[in-house]
């Protein structure tokens, strides 16, 4: 079974940076896309970015050029790098792998920036 841990969330101030992780198990890492995902409250959950087993990359637009998503496979851990935040990145981030096309979610992990 696909079980997926993340961590880093927490309380910054505007500007600082953030490094989520987020552990795979119970499949083949190296297969399968892996990417972050966040709510904020009252919103639709919405793309971060992902990372397929090619290495390629998808950001949404408006964190391109401030966060940076990468997967160490030797690992089976995926970080995705925050830097220049914004209270607007405030939301709960979700780490997800699409696996033998079917998707897997982690349970969350809250980021609070403040002004």
């Known amino acids: 079974q696909v079980q997926l841990v993340e961590s880093g969330g927490g309380l910054v101030q505007a500007g600082g940076s953030l490094r989520l992780s987020c552990a795979a198990s119970g499949s083949i890492f190296s297969i399968g896309t892996m990417g972050w995902y966040r709510q904020a409250p009252g919103k639709q959950r919405e793309l971060v970015a992902t990372i397929n087993s090619g290495g390629v990359t998808n950001y949404g637009d408006s964190v391109k050029g401030r966060f940076t998503i990468s997967r160490d496979n030797a690992k089976n851990t995926v970080y995705l790098q925050m830097n220049a935040l914004r209270p607007e990145d405030t939301a709960v981030y979700y780490c997800?792998?699409?696996?033998?096309?079917?998707?897997?979610w982690g349970q969350g992990t809250q980021v609070t920036v403040s002004s």
């Open positions: 997800k792998r699409t696996y033998f096309s079917i998707n897997y």
